[in-house]
C-alpha cells in the first residue's frame, strides 16, 4: 500500500541493438575453408555477403577443407549443417589426406553425426591437407543461419582453426 499523495516507483526500460559483423575466419595453426557444391561439382552462387543461394530438393556435397603445417594429436573436426538441410551419409567415405606424392587417405578414426553437425575425431593429424565430406539434402526453404565449422587441437588448444558463420538462403 502506497502512503496517500506519494506515488508508486516505476520503471521504462527502452532496448535497441544492431547486429554487429560477422566474424572473420580465424586459424592459429590450421587453416578452414568451407564449400558447398552439387552433385556433378558445380558450385552454388555466393553473394558478397557470404550468403550462399541454394535451390530446395537439390542434394549437395558440404566440403570442409582445412590445413595444417605441424602434427596435431586429438583433433575434434565439428562442421554443423544449417537447419533446412539433413545430411544423407553419415559413414563420410569421401574424407581423404591428401599427401605427398598424391597418396590419399582417410584421416579421421571415428565419424558421426550429432545434433546438428557432423563431427570427426582423430588421434593424429599429419601436416597436410584434409578433407572432411559429406552429402546433405535441402529440404526446407528460407534463410538460415550456418554456424561456424571448427578444427582445434585438443591437446594444444592454441591451435585451431575455423570458418565464419554464414547464411544460407534455402529457395
Known sequence: MTPKGIAPWSHALTL????GPAARDQFS?????????????FAFEQLNDGTWRVPAGTRVIITLRFEC???????LINSPFPAGMAPVNAGLGG?????????????ADFVTQVKGAMTA????LD??????VYTADTLTP??????????????????????RA???LIE
Open 121 to 124: 575425431f582423430a588421434r593424429r
Open 95 to 107: 574424407q581423404t589426406f591428401a599427401g605427398k606424392g598424391g597418396v590419399k587417405a582417410p584421416f
Open 16 to 19: 535497441s541493438y544492431r547486429r
Open 166 to 168: 554464414n547464411r544460407v
Open 69 to 75: 603445417h605441424t602434427p596435431s594429436f586429438d583433433v
Open 29 to 41: 595453426g590450421i587453416r578452414v575453408q568451407r564449400s558447398i557444391a552439387g552433385p556433378s561439382g
Open 127 to 132: 601436416p597436410g591437407t584434409h578433407e572432411f
Open 142 to 163: 528460407g534463410d538460415f543461419l550456418w554456424p561456424e565449422a571448427t578444427v582445434e587441437d585438443r591437446e594444444s588448444p592454441g591451435v585451431f582453426g575455423r570458418t
